[in-house]
């Protein structure tokens, strides 16, 4: 069961967008962050650009320096056809 649960977040210094639609939650030994990806969605978790990899590491990078006694999970779901893919370790 979460703990806390936390949708669409969004936060921007200036005119950079750090963040834009993220799905954040909170559980007593795990994060997951989820960040959704309107283009076109890769076949396989091979084929997920870089820069979107890049990201989602950053992500779990980030919330286990805030988290540091929990497991961190980072996951991409892609609107178009509804694929979802961990990424990271």
Do not use: W
């Not at 649960?5 to 969004?10: F, M, S, V």
């Not at 961190?72 to 609107?79: K, P």
């Amino acid at each position: 069961m979460a703990c806390i649960e936390a949708r669409g977040l969004k936060k921007a210094y200036g005119n950079s967008i750090a963040l834009d639609g993220v799905d954040l939650t909170v559980e007593e030994g795990r994060i997951l962050v989820v960040d959704y990806k309107t283009g076109r969605a890769p076949e396989r978790a091979e084929d997920i650009p870089a820069s979107h990899r890049l990201q989602m590491e950053a992500y779990a990078e980030a919330l286990a320096v805030i988290f540091p006694k929990r497991d961190i999970e980072a996951a991409l779901l892609y609107t178009s056809n509804g694929r979802f893919f961990t990424v990271g370790s």
